[in-house]
């Protein structure tokens, strides 16, 4: 109910497995390194293979995991890497070598696409030559943040303090670049039902900021239903930049039961996604995220907080209050 079929033509799950993308066998792995350092080579370009990234002369790195994930995932199976990986060298290249949107593009079109990033806080680790680059992060959930970033035709640019501040005042920004969130146009919606009544929506698409339109959970709850999320919030999960999966909580839909499909659910879609962000699920209430679903040490643990047993009590009571 919850996975995906593996592509044709790909290794046994039995194989020896890559020390590095545990979803690719050793062969596999292998010969994605090859065709990677070929892709750069056609290029002009001779880079060292790193675990999760190549480097070039000029001291530039490229991220593997994301385009490893990719291959993984393509429906065309082995055969299809070589295009694939090629289309993202071209893509990344383009990007690297190309002029810097923030001087290249007009200051009302950098306006129009910024946007509120939802990251993992290692995304913005800070390098030695930057260590305070992004101390406008905003803390979200726990191991969370959102940093503000432009959304271009072929990527995401995280942005700087300094790029922010030649851009206006902060809290301008955050009020602009959270509605442009809201504007975006919905993508694919797809309700999913389980055993126990579980019941939850699904919303997919290939923007990278798919999930994070988790900060706008009250406006998409209205979207995606027709319907005000109550008082008492939303269960909520960001398996990967793509995905983003709600279930406004009501009597009518098991609670516990749903936690449970979501976590599932997320679980099945975080793991060796493109994009990951997080396997944990949370509970949106008045603008917050707590998280609920804790995954520690590979295993998800109910976290339990006070606050959320009390609306557990109160469903019930309410629950009980409308049987005959």
């Known amino acids: 109910m919850w996975t995906h079929r593996r592509p044709r033509g790909r290794d046994e799950r039995t194989a020896p497995r890559d020390t590095t993308y545990g ?20 290029r002009g370009l001779e880079v060292t293979i790193h675990a999760t990234e190549v480097s070039d002369s000029a001291g530039r790195h490229f991220a593997l995991t994301d385009l ?34 923030l001087d290249s593009l007009p200051h009302e079109e950098l306006l129009t696409r910024l946007r509120p990033w939802v990251v993992t806080a290692d995304v913005l680790t800070p390098d030695a030559a930057a260590p305070m680059a992004h101390t406008h992060a905003r803390v979200v959930a726990p191991g969370l943040c959102e940093v503000l970033a432009l959304d271009l035709p072929e990527s995401v640019m995280p942005l700087t303090d300094e790029a922010l501040s030649s851009l206006g005042d902060l809290v301008d920004l955050r009020r602009r670049a959270l509605a442009n969130l809201r504007a975006l146009p919905l993508e694919t919606h797809s309700i999913l039902h389980g055993p126990d009544g579980i019941r939850f929506h699904v919303l997919t698409g290939e923007s990278f900021f798919t999930s994070s339109r988790a900060l706008t959970a009250d406006q998409l709850t209205r979207d995606l239903t027709g319907h005000d999320l109550s008082p008492a919030g939303a269960l909520l999960s960001m398996p990967n930049r793509y995905t983003l999966a709600l279930s ?40 917050i995220l707590t998280r609920l679903i804790h995954h520690h040490t590979g295993e998800p643990h109910l976290t339990r907080p006070a606050e959320f047993d009390l609306l557990l009590m109160r469903l019930t009571d309410d629950d009980a209050g409308e049987r005959p």
Request: glycine share 8%; proline share 9%; with cysteine.
């Open 23 to 42: 979803f690719l066998s050793l062969d596999e792995g292998a010969y994605f390194r090859s065709q990677v350092r070929e892709a750069f080579a056609e």
């Open 248 to 287: 406004p909580i009501t009597t009518a839909i098991p609670l516990l039961p749903t936690l449970d499909g979501m976590t599932a659910f997320t679980t099945a879609n975080h793991t060796h996604a493109v994009g990951p962000v997080t396997p944990d699920v949370y509970w949106w209430h008045h603008g």
């Open 68 to 101: 490893a994930a990719v291959c993984h995932h393509d429906a065309g199976g082995r055969g299809r890497w070589p295009r694939v990986i090629r289309d993202h060298v071209d893509r990344v290249l383009r990007v690297a070598d190309g002029p810097s949107p």
